[in-house]
């Protein structure tokens, strides 16, 4: 264990930190891709609806290990060879960021709209009744209810999102679990290199849910 | 009502399905200014619907309906212009929960620059303590009781300077000992001239405030008249029936 620590502990940090990069940039564009999804499933355009639902669903019926090689080696292939324009390159930070924040979005995007469908219909009625646009209502006064309750399901995702980087090792990204894989492959000590790899996504994770809670009870002081 | 002074709202042949269900099948009448109309009705009869189509919360079939000035049938109207000045109070009182008892009054006000933050802030006041709320500007919603989450409604509704206001069944949520202070209200809005209509169940207030009393049924108007005429001499059976239950 002594050995694994002094001899690839800082190579293992660093590839954390390139698991963190990962999920920070797809859970960025996945809030972004599931506030637009969220909220086109609930506006009153059946057209927006139909997109938002096709996408929830296709992405949600899709393994993301599949996903990921879709993009990574599917979606160049289609650019070159068959469309023939040729050129087109992915580097597995970007098609790994874009399958994370198509796969997380979509769940964003369900989240967000059960989050706005929980909030009492009559809220929007009164802010309409006051002259206040849909998008005024919406924004002033039923998002901020719907993102109070949203709160705990979307810490739950970035959690998820967190460890699904891990699948993305597939596309030689070198994130966590592909530099232990190096690292076993090197030192045959898969009891020390796993186990420590499996702390480091618990001390992460663990820091993370505790930071949101307390971010929660700060959220909900003086309310009720 | 005195025929000179001006309709404030104008509802002609008013239609309103709900998919298969017709709720409203022909709805006439016209209300005028400063006039106090009490919708009575037995549950289902369309009279919160009636309502709801005055300011367009629901859409609406068929029909023309007019108010303060909008034509709101026509696709043309900018509905948010014309829901500035009909306010609304609801059943389940609807007070914003994420803001307190002063965010409710200023939100409208500021958001549609009806008045700086300073000026609504003023009204707000003003109208809070018309309301006897005065003491509770920083409260929210979940530490007021209901008759208190009423009275900030109305004045809320008060706070966009309307010139009709639509009451939707405002005591049915109450606790008994809260409907008198919420009626109150009402009563001291409509001696101050304001034109309202009221959906209620309220009978002693239909005939202590109304100047004209409206009975609904099955999507249609019955009958209508003074509270006289249609509470204590109803001519119409149903109006009869109704009323020996309600009574």
């Keep these: 264990m002594v050995q694994i620590i002094t001899g690839f502990g800082l190579m293992m940090l660093k590839a954390l930190g390139q698991t963190l990069l990962l999920a920070l940039c797809g859970l960025f564009f996945a809030c972004i891709i599931g506030l637009i999804f969220g909220l086109m499933n609930v506006i009153k355009n059946k057209v927006c609806n139909i997109i938002a639902t096709i996408f929830v669903d296709v992405i949600r019926g899709v393994p993301m290990i599949v996903l990921a090689y879709f993009i990574f080696f599917g979606i160049p292939y289609l650019w070159n060879t068959i469309l023939g324009i040729g050129g087109m390159q992915l580097t597995a930070l970007t098609a790994g960021t874009i399958c994370l924040a198509l796969n997380c979005g979509a769940y964003m995007a369900e989240i967000i709209r059960a989050g706005i469908q929980s909030v009492d219909k009559g809220q929007m009625e009164a802010a309409r009744s006051l002259g ?6 919406m924004r002033k006064v039923v998002l ?5 309750t949203m709160i705990p399901s979307i810490i739950n995702q970035f959690i998820i999102t967190l460890k699904d980087t891990s699948i993305l090792s597939v596309i030689g990204f070198p994130e966590l679990v592909n530099t232990t894989k190096n690292v076993v492959g090197v030192t045959f000590k898969s009891f020390q290199a796993w186990g420590l790899a499996g702390v480091m996504y618990l001390v992460v994770i663990i820091l993370l849910s505790r930071s949101a809670k307390a971010m929660e009870r700060r959220l909900n002081r003086g309310r009720e | 009502m005195a025929e000179n002074k001006e309709v404030k709202v104008h509802v002609e042949h008013l239609k309103k399905d709900f998919g298969e ?6 709805i006439n009448i016209d209300i005028y200014e400063g006039e ?3 919708v009575l009705g037995p549950s289902g009869s369309g ?3 009636f309502l709801r189509c005055v300011n367009r919360l629901e859409d609406i079939t068929g029909g023309t309906v007019v108010v303060d000035g909008f034509d709101i049938t026509d696709k043309h109207t900018d509905i948010n212009k014309a829901r500035e000045h009909v306010g609304m109070v609801f059943q389940h009182f609807n007070l914003f929960n994420n803001m307190d008892v002063l965010g409710n009054m200023m939100l409208a006000p500021t958001e549609l620059k009806k008045a700086t933050k300073d000026e609504a802030k003023e009204t707000a006041l003003k109208l809070l303590e018309r309301v006897g709320m005065q003491d509770k500007i920083h409260a929210f919603p979940s530490q007021l009781s209901g008759g208190q989450k009423q009275r900030v409604a109305i004045a809320r509704a008060l706070a966009m300077n309307p010139n009709v206001m639509l009451f939707d069944e405002p005591t049915s949520a109450l606790d008994p000992e809260m409907v008198g202070e919420v009626l109150a209200v009402m009563q001291q ?4 001239g304001m034109t309202m209509i009221v959906v209620t169940h309220e009978i002693g207030f239909a005939r202590e405030v109304a100047d004209r009393v409206v009975f609904m049924e099955n999507g249609y108007i019955i009958e209508e008249g003074s509270p006289s005429e249609v509470i204590d001499n109803p ?6 029936d109704f009323l020996s239950k309600v009574l």
């Design chain 1, 132 to 137: 206040l646009t849909y998008g005024q209502s």
């Design chain 2, 36 to 38: 106090v109309v009490v």
């Design chain 2, 21 to 26: 269900l017709q709720v409203l099948k022909d």
């Design chain 2, 47 to 49: 009279k919160s619907t």
């Design chain 2, 189 to 192: 809005l409509a001696k101050d």
């Design chain 1, 144 to 148: 901020p209810q719907a993102i109070r």
């Design chain 2, 235 to 240: 001519k119409e059976e149903r109006t009869k």
